[in-house]
């Protein structure tokens, strides 16, 4: 039988503000444990939340960012359960009015077609606190730092019918709410988790199979192959005459498999209720104007730009501009010296990325930074240096972290553009070489690579290939 | 020294004309609890230490011609508001080891204008009761009858100002618990509009309906305290930035030409004789006065006790699960899992109406009953609401009794809970509909004290204050205290 996989993710991305949702406690990662913790985030008796307001604007960016609706009045709501890292009993989360409604986010299927996938709503949450199980023996200890921390839930419709897809649209989430500012996007550090609801239904068929949801992937590896598991257990369950039942699964990466954690009948009541110390969230029309006036430019709008400023393909905007610190880099090489947009584009998208690639960095990590690409493209670009002679400074930037001029002078390995001893070098191979002379002159025309190989070989690589051509061949020809 | 007997703007003239000063009075009042309070258990934390230092710094102020309005006057805090450095127990087992690293914003705000707080006062655990029978440190009696109940669930602080053990109190009103207990004891209480007063530090039994004011025994005593008190507060996002204007400016106005409705539910079914016999009198003072009386009607008042008994514990069944001996509060000893910890921490944490309201409050929220329940009773919040403010588009003030009955006789209601729930009869509606209500005492049935409730439309505290002010100018019910307190 053939079947269908469908998908609906639900992403939480911690929203980079400096202080807590609900609390002026600071968010910054990696404190000492419950140094982040105040008053209002341990729960003490008799506290209040009091909304940041930097959370409401960085909820309208994304609204903004996905063409999703805004909802004016939005609402709190108390999502009950208990938990020791759970100060309050309850999480103050947003179920009837979430902040942001429908919207759509367009991604390219495994076939490199696009596809829109609608985006339900997103809302706004405290993340809960920390439960660290494995620092004392018989004991958990509680660690509340994170407590508070603002999240953003975006969840989408289940128009997702693959792990590729599932991952092409957390990739490009990823990618837009690093680009719009709002999360830093640290998967390690949980600033960016995805939980996956997975089902699946015979082809063709309208109805909704029963879903599982696979909580907390907090890498895309994690999140296809989780879902590709879960897709072939399904498939076994069924084929096997069985059921698929309603529940909550974890997945173990280091078994690559997803395991039980409760059952449709375990499932927690959460008593959701309206928060009655929050009043309705109101977002006016002017602020969302005043948003949407300091919105940085968004990716789409900045591949057009790409293209139309900088004449480059359609394809090169598309992957220089599908990240913000590829597309920040990119520019700010341009800015740095008057390079064309051309050899930038070419340098970044390939020796760059196939450097990072082979060591494992982000660009943020680059040792070879923007102004300093720059000081080397500008010596392609001046004919000081060739661009294959270029890699090889490139090389030795990497390593060093010196400027490009600097290796260039150490190494001397600046061009040789003057006419005059380059044909000093044509004149000397020529007469070290009569027979293939003789050869060309008797019609043997691509003997002529022969000599630049030769010539560029006297002067070590460094003559101008320009040059070396059009005084070559006269002389050949006599 | 009888200085126990005037009122706390007789008291501030005094301090400010030097003729006695702080550490006198609060010396005086912290001898008299320590003389009289055996008897009522009225309090449950004196800090006579901390008291008099602060009465010391005032008395500096005061003697350079400084200080602030309510400079070197002594209080009493009810229990549910967070002390820094004090124990704050809630009237609970769960909180007897409780103290806040902070001040609850009406304790700073009063301290800031000066005042000094002698003690914190007995409540109904968690602020749940109307009988002052449901506290972990015992029951509070009512000063002005052996065996009587306080009121509750600030019957600490009522019983306090009634014995003049200070001159003023403050109480928290989710349902009735500063008006019951006022006209319980024969004193003014005060609740006004929701978000008037912060709910910062003051522990939270029904979010949506908890508001703070104060005890004492006039009026005008209310309107130096709620000036105090009242106001916006960036940490409480539902209080109000309306502006707060001055509640002792206008209250020599005269009541001519005041409108007063008196509503015909209130004298149905349930109302003791001897109470609305009371009040009957009282709507004559108020027509000699000047006023006119205009019969209205609120006809979902019958709604009013069910629609509060799901709202308020569904609020506080969230609100108390802070509460599970894990951060703060009471820990059962030697807990087996995380499962025995949260049961037993609880179990042994909380009474049994505060057991009850959170068995109610999780039922009405849980799936398959919300609507039924919990959204309906909003709805039925909202006729309420609407009831009134079709009332005050006829007159300023809704006159009634603020209970069914006198204080009772310990014991009599605590086998049944629906019984004590009838006594916030009255009371619930102003809390559901956010107005501002004020219990003042008009008269007496068979020794106690009855109270004669007053409401007005939302931040009208002042023409509040000053209709009972002006009352109180032609009777002189406030100014009765119970015997054998010197």
Known sequence: MAWETVIGLEIHAQLSTKTKIFS??????????????????????????????????????????????????????????????????????????????????????????????????????????????????????????RAGTPLLEIVSEPDLNSAVEAVAYAKKMHALVRYIDICDGNMQEGSFRCDANVSIREKGSDVLGTRSEIKNLNSFRFLERA????????????????EVVQETRLYDADRDETRSMRSKEEAFDYRYFPDPDLPPLLVEQSFIEQVRANMPELPTVRTQRFVTDYELSEADAVTLTSERPTADYFEATLAAQHITPRLAATWVMGEVFSRLNNDGLSLEQSPVNAEALAGLLIRIQDNTISGKIAKSVLDTMWESGEPADKIIAAKGLQQITDTGAIEAMIDEVIANNPEQLAEYRAGKDKLISYFIGAVMKASKGKANPGELNKLLKPKLDG | MDIHTKTLAEQAELLKQKKVSSVELCQHYLDRIERLDSKFNSLITVDAERALAAAKLSDEKLAKGEGEALEGLPLIHKDIFCTDGVLTTCGSRMLDNFIAPYDATVVQRLQNQGMVMLAKANMDEFAMGSSNENSYFGNVVNPWKAGTVPGGSSGGSAAAVAA?????????????????????????????????????????????????????????????????????????????????????????????GLKIGVPAEYFADGLDASVAQAVEQAIEEFKKAGASIKPISLPNQGLCIPAYYVVAPAEASSNLSRFDGVRFGHRCDNPVDLEDLYKRSRAEGFGDEVKRRILIGAYTLSAGFYDAYYLKALQVRRLISDDFQKAFNDVDVILGPTTPTPAFAMGDKTDDPVAMYLNDLYTVSANLSGLPAMSIPCGFADGLPVGLQLVTNHFEEARLLQVAHQYQQITDWHTRAPEGLD
């Open chain 1, 24 to 145: 002026g406690a600071s968010t910054a990662f990696g404190a000492e444990p419950n140094t982040q913790a105040c008053a209002v985030d341990l729960g003490l008796p008799g506290v209040l939340p009091v909304v940041n307001a930097e959370v409401v604007r960085l909820a309208v960016r994304f609204a903004l960012a996905t063409n999703s609706s805004i909802t004016e009045r939005s609402q709190f709501a108390r999502k009950n359960y208990f938990y020791p890292d759970l100060p309050k009993g309850y999480q103050i989360s947003q179920m009837a009015l979430p902040i942001v409604g429908p919207g759509e986010m367009t991604i390219f299927d495994g076939e490199d077609r696009q596809k829109t996938i609608r985006i339900t709503r997103a809302h706004l949450e405290e993340d809960a606190g920390k439960s660290v199980h494995d620092l004392f023996s018989d004991q958990t200890g509680i660690d509340l730092n």
């Open chain 2, 164 to 256: 003049r053990l200070a001159p003023v109190a403050t109480g928290t009103d989710t349902g009735g618990s500063i008006r019951q207990p006022a006209a319980f004891c024969g004193l003014s209480g005060i609740k006004p509009t929701y978000g008037r007063v912060s709910r910062y530090g003051m522990i939270a039994f029904a979010s949506s309906l908890d508001q703070a004011g104060p005890f004492a025994t006039t009026a005008k005593d209310c309107a130096m305290m709620l000036q105090g008190m009242a106001g916006f507060d960036e940490r409480d996002s539902t209080s109000s930035d309306q502006a707060v204007p001055s509640y002792t400016d206008g209250l020599d106005q005269s009541l001519e």
């Open chain 1, 227 to 242: 879902i590709d598991f879960e897709v072939e257990r399904q498939i076994d369950v069924l084929e096997g005459g069985g």
